[in-house]
């Protein structure tokens, strides 16, 4: 079966320090993969989404990037992290072919102060 | 352009009478629609999916959701709520822009009172 995971779970990191949150999928292989954030009390927002190694596709432009290095790994960074980065970071993945329904990995809580 | 609308942002029920979170969507094709919930601090996990087979749809824990393509409508129901059931559900609908990027409603929260 497949599973999917994130760390780290919770994160607290000063102003203007860099970001490093990993995400790794288990048991598929050639997977979609997507990086949401979740503000508190709002929807989600997809930031990122890869279809392949080294194919990214930004869907908001911010401080944020985000690297795929291998097949089942997505990484999500920043050089300098703003306030307004807090939130709910959920990873994600899907088959490559249909009816897509995503799943999602438990998630790392960020709050920047 | 696809969209989803969650009609209530709140429901609350009693333990052991029915759920409804009612969810209608837009869609110019013949869509694949999703029911996700949230427990706090958690990620999202599948309910259930609908892919153009049948139009009552089973999902997990005891959920249900019905197609109904005259009014545009997916509304999610369970016969009986249970306190575990408080969450935020999310009704989600594919994008038909490719690479199955997906389109959340804004989430209702049901609480589930003894």
């Known amino acids: 079966s497949q599973t999917i995971h994130q760390w780290p779970a919770t994160l607290v990191q000063p102003v203007g320090s860099p970001l490093s949150l990993e995400c790794t999928v288990e048991g598929t292989s050639n997977p979609n993969l997507y990086w949401y954030r979740q503000a508190a009390g709002r929807g989600l927002q997809l930031l990122f989404y890869?279809?392949?190694?080294?194919?990214i596709s930004s869907e908001v432009p911010q401080n944020l990037s985000a690297s795929r290095p291998q097949d089942r790994q997505f990484i999500l960074s920043s050089k300098k992290l703003l306030l307004s980065d807090s939130g709910f970071y959920l990873c994600?993945?899907?088959?490559?072919?249909?009816?897509?329904?995503?799943?999602f990995g438990p998630g790392t809580r960020l709050t920047v102060t | 352009a696809q969209s989803v609308t969650q009609l209530d942002s709140h429901v609350s029920v009693s333990e052991g009478t029915p759920v409804l979170l009612r969810c209608n969507y837009s869609?110019?094709?013949?869509?694949?629609l999703f029911w996700y919930v949230q427990h706090p601090n958690k990620g999202l996990q599948l309910l259930l999916k609908y892919t153009s087979a049948a139009t009552l749809v089973k999902g997990i824990n005891g959920f249900e959701a019905e197609f109904k393509k005259s009014e545009t409508s997916f509304h999610l129901t369970k016969p009986s709520a249970h306190m575990s059931d408080a969450a935020e559900y999310f009704c989600v609908v594919s994008d038909s822009g490719g690479y199955n990027k997906l389109i959340f409603g804004a989430g209702t929260r049901l609480a589930v009172h003894p």
């Open positions: 890869s279809v392949g190694i080294g194919q």
């Open positions: 994600a993945w899907s088959t490559d072919t249909g009816p897509y329904e995503q799943y």
């Open positions: 869609s110019s094709y013949s869509p694949s």
